[in-house]
């Protein structure tokens, strides 16, 4: 359970990285992509380790296999409307990061990835990806803190 918060942590570092130092030089919609799979493996890592609390705690019997059950199974254990807002980020972020894209503004300060999702635009720009950013630092730093027995206060 540890080291799964630990992995989580790692990767919401290396998007700090990215969003903070590569995108603010590069300007290209491959870092975009990148945040995005990282933003993905930080959301994996956090529902593992909530499972394994979950698990631990005797509250679960065995653990899905596949990260979209995982996701699903999540929203129904923690019944909150945050929670279900994440899950939501989450499986958006896995639908574009197979979706079709073009790069719109590359190399210039609106850099964009336009993607077509669900037969719905959408527009990735560096204000989107940051909020999509903290959205899942808050995910990660609630998922932490139950895992760990903080009580928000």
Not at 40 to 56: R, T
Not at 103 to 131: C, G
């Amino acid at each position: 359970m540890k080291e799964t918060i630990e992995k989580a942590e790692e990767e919401l570092k290396r998007v700090d990285h990215l969003f903070y130092v590569s995108l603010k030089y590069t300007k290209t919609v491959d870092v975009i992509k990148s945040i995005i799979d990282r933003l993905i493996n930080a959301f994996e890592f956090s529902i593992d380790s909530l499972f394994l609390y979950m698990e631990k705690k005797k509250k679960i019997k065995e653990i899905p296999p596949s990260p979209i059950n995982k996701a699903l199974d999540i929203r129904k254990l923690f019944k909150t409307e945050q929670f279900s807002e994440d899950i939501d980020l989450y499986l958006l972020l896995r639908k574009l990061k197979r979706a079709e894209y073009d790069s719109v503004r590359e190399f210039r300060k609106h850099v964009t990835m336009e993607a077509v999702v669900d037969e719905k635009d959408f527009d990735v720009n560096v204000e989107i990806i940051q909020e999509y950013f903290e959205r899942t630092k808050k995910f990660f730093e609630r998922s932490n803190k139950l895992v760990k027995g903080i009580k928000d206060e």
